[in-house]
């Protein structure tokens, strides 16, 4: 089965607060997943499909992977951009992060969950998916 990717992206505008910093001055690399999280919580909100709905539906999607790659520290006082997409594949979704500072790109990532319904992977996807409109590739 190919990959089905969506065609709604969203950017969360976070400010980089001091204790997300290391004693260099520079994010911690520990906090791009919680930045992850948020751009992702705000990716659903946003287009009306919120964690919230899907979980009261039976979803959940416990996370399988994370990756991060360092192209540019970014520092206290910074605010970050970043930009959230989203690909299908199979029972599993992935969403791809590209955190921006001032237009430059500082970081990339991305996180794979699984979809699951009462506990059990599933292909199956909640109501509020319904908004978004996937391509497939």
Known sequence: ????ICTY???????VRYAETD????????V??????????EYFRTAGASYADMEAEGFGAPVLELNV????????????DVETSMIREGLKVRFEYKVF??????????TL??????GRPTRE????FSKFEFVTE
């Open 1 to 4: 089965m190919g990959m089905e």
């Open 9 to 15: 992206k969203h950017t969360a505008h976070i400010e």
């Open 23 to 30: 004693q260099m001055g520079i994010v911690h690399h520990s």
């Open 32 to 41: 791009y997943a919680v930045w992850f999280e948020q751009a992702r919580t």
């Open 69 to 80: 790659k360092f192209k540019q520290p970014t520092r206290y006082g910074d605010f970050v």
């Open 101 to 110: 500072v001032n237009g430059n790109l500082c970081t990339l990532g991305s």
């Open 113 to 118: 969950h699984c979809m699951t319904k009462n």
């Open 125 to 128: 996807l909640p109501s509020g």
